[in-house]
């Protein structure tokens, strides 16, 4: 709730709940919260392997059949974690569907194998889709807002997000009126102000990338 260039709270399911300082830590729905912030929801694959031994497995980007493929994880008890699996261009509302065809969840599945020849046995035990929030230069808007007076944003984080919880704290501490560590202005949330951003009518991972970077 803003009155008078002010943040005044939250309403949520029709309860008013007061505050002068409000983070919006919304990610791919932050622009429908806020139009003025460019944050651009885009739809992802993820497959999750049995647990296997445990391997060198670095993150990476790499490109497969002209797709973008990213994310390498392998958690503590030997789950491998594979994400960014390659997905048909949708339009902006369909990067909010989740369902899974049997199309999409062979093609996302088939990728360790082909990215790691040696787990070709490697049973995937489930897959999913979900949405992330991205942004037209690819670091997130962490920062005090102009939209309103007491208004803070953390949203759009397409990759990195293992440094999400560092960055909240930083921006906790702004919240707080105190000076973070470290600066936060590159992430300045009213930095694209001006800028005439066209999105593709359709886009997934690959064709997004390509367009931000001829911006």
Same mark, same amino acid.
């Given at each position: 709730?803003?009155?008078?260039?002010?943040?005044? %709270?939250?309403?949520?399911?029709?309860?008013?709940?007061?505050? @002068?300082?409000?983070?919006?830590?919304?990610?791919?729905?932050?622009?429908?919260?806020?139009?003025? *912030?460019? $944050?651009?929801?885009?739809?992802?694959?993820?497959?999750?392997?049995?647990?296997?031994?445990?391997?060198?497995?670095?993150?990476?980007?790499?490109?497969?059949? %002209?797709?973008?493929?990213?994310?390498?994880?392998?958690?503590?008890?030997?789950?491998? *974690?594979?994400?960014?699996?390659?997905?048909?261009?949708?339009?902006?509302?369909?990067?909010? @569907?989740?369902?899974?065809?049997?199309?999409?969840? *062979?093609?996302?599945?088939? *990728?360790?194998?082909?990215?790691?020849?040696?787990?070709?046995?490697?049973?995937?035990?489930?897959?999913?889709? %979900?949405?992330?929030?991205?942004?037209?230069?690819?670091?997130?808007? $962490?920062?005090?807002?102009?939209?309103?007076?007491?208004?803070?944003?953390?949203?759009?984080?397409?990759?990195?997000?293992?440094?999400?919880?560092?960055?909240?704290?930083? !921006?906790?501490?702004?919240?707080?009126?105190?000076?973070?560590?470290?600066?936060?202005?590159?992430?300045?949330?009213?930095?694209?102000?001006?800028? @005439?951003?066209?999105?593709?009518?359709?886009?997934?991972?690959?064709? !997004?990338?390509?367009? !931000?970077?001829?911006?």
């Amino acid at each position: 709730m803003v009155e008078s260039g002010r943040v005044r %709270g939250v309403e949520s399911a029709g309860e008013l709940l007061a505050a @002068d300082r409000v983070v919006l830590a919304t990610s791919a729905w932050t622009r429908e919260l806020v139009p003025e *912030l460019p $944050v651009i929801p885009l739809r992802s694959h993820a497959a999750l392997s049995e647990a296997i031994p445990p391997i060198a497995a670095p993150a990476f980007e790499v490109v497969v059949d %002209g797709e973008i493929i990213y994310g390498s994880t392998q958690f503590a008890n030997g789950h491998l *974690l594979l994400g960014g699996g390659p997905d048909r261009p949708r339009t902006m509302s369909e990067q909010y @569907d989740y369902t899974m065809s049997f199309k999409d969840t *062979l093609k996302n599945a088939c *990728l360790l194998a082909r990215i790691y020849p040696r787990l070709a046995g490697v049973h995937i035990v489930r897959c999913w889709a %979900g949405t992330m929030g991205t942004t037209p230069d690819g670091l997130p808007l $962490v920062g005090k807002s102009q939209v309103a007076e007491g208004l803070f944003v953390i949203a759009g984080f397409p990759n990195g997000m293992a440094f999400i919880p560092y960055i909240a704290s930083l !921006l906790a501490a702004l919240a707080a009126g105190q000076t973070p560590e470290l600066d936060l202005d590159i992430f300045q949330p009213e930095r694209f102000a001006g800028l @005439d951003i066209r999105l593709p009518e359709t886009y997934n991972y690959t064709i !997004l990338a390509d367009y !931000l970077g001829r911006l």
